[in-house]
């Protein structure tokens, strides 16, 4: 009988590993896909994957309200059909949309437009409050929805009558309510929404020539395709070469495109992307060493240095706080 090495059952170890794992993540897709096809959450191009958020909210309201203290921690890229808006209660935050950053403070109101992509990056003891306005809504101002385009960053402002301020003061009477939970305070609810969605209509929405925006459209569609095709083989040793090649243009052109949409580098996206399922799966037993090699990562030095400065803490320190 053959006995096999130490060697070689490393190998094999890893093989089955990678496999098994390769089976879940597939296993988890289906599952957002199906919830997603009941929900009607597909996009007429039947865009997919776990950057396209999946937003629950209320049945009566058809919102999702919710006011959050945050943690030291940057959210992947990702992008919905709602239009979202954060207020900055307490504390200071990032907000990034496309190549655009913003810096939050206490008063500030971030937006991000509908199907546009943008992300996060929080810090220990901000609070904020959380709204996102489905189509449904949106549709109320123009049929035409997916081409509304809003103000992106509302600074705080002190001035008596100021855009800031009226925002604020709907922000916070939404708040009052929601915590009340008074009989009909959830119609007043959405009357406050919608004297939100008057004031933005009104005072900060921008238009742009429908030329421009079809080019936007179309190279904006490439992009996710391209971010869909990350979360598939984010495992694998992808390049910058790969991901030009996946759009058949040159390294230089695709550069500047995903820069252009994301924010963000092809190389700098694939380390999120890496580094959110790297988090996940942190509330597990399995040893680093194999969370590393699982999911794609080789430099642990990098890693390292881009971990703390996500989640403000090492590998080690957040497993021993969750667990």
Request: glycine fraction near 6%; charged fraction near 30%; aromatic fraction near 12%.
């Amino acid at each position: 009988m053959y006995v096999y090495s130490l060697r070689e059952n490393e190998i094999i170890e890893k093989t089955v590993s990678c496999f098994l794992n390769r089976l879940i993540l597939i296993f988890k897709k289906r599952f957002v896909r199906i919830i997603s096809e009941k929900r009607g959450d597909f996009d007429l191009n039947g865009q997919k994957n776990l950057e396209h958020e999946i937003i629950f909210e209320d049945v009566r309201t058809q919102l999702y309200f919710a006011c959050y203290t945050g943690e030291e921690k940057m959210l992947l890229a990702h992008w919905h059909e709602h239009l979202e808006l954060v207020y900055v209660l307490e504390g200071e935050m990032t907000a990034y949309s496309q190549d655009s950053v913003y810096e939050l403070v206490r008063g500030d109101l971030f937006l991000a437009n509908t199907s546009e992509i943008h992300y996060t990056h929080t810090h220990c003891g901000t609070r904020y409050c959380l709204l996102q306005i489905p189509p449904a809504h949106l549709k109320r101002i123009t049929p035409d929805w997916k081409t509304l385009r809003f103000q992106e960053y509302i600074m705080h402002s002190e001035e008596s009558g100021s855009l800031s301020g009226r925002l604020g003061a709907i922000f916070r009477s939404m708040l009052f309510l929601q915590e009340r939970k008074g009989q009909g305070d959830q119609l007043l609810l959405l009357s406050e929404v919608f004297r939100l969605l008057y004031l933005l209509d009104t005072e900060a929405r921008e238009e742009k020539s429908s030329g421009r925006l079809e080019e936007n459209v179309r190279d904006l569609e490439r992009i996710k395709q391209t971010m869909e095709y990350i979360q598939d083989h984010y495992q694998e040793p992808l390049t910058l070469s790969d991901g030009a090649a996946f759009l058949s243009v040159t390294p230089e052109h695709f550069c500047r495109l995903f820069k252009k949409y994301t924010g963000q580098t092809f190389l700098g996206y694939l380390g999120q992307v890496r580094m959110t399922h790297f988090y996940e799966d942190l509330s597990g037993e399995d040893k680093i060493t194999l969370l590393l090699d699982r999911h794609g990562i080789r430099n642990y030095k990098v890693f390292l240095r881009e971990f703390k400065k996500n989640y403000g803490q090492t590998p080690q320190q957040v497993r021993r706080k969750i667990s």
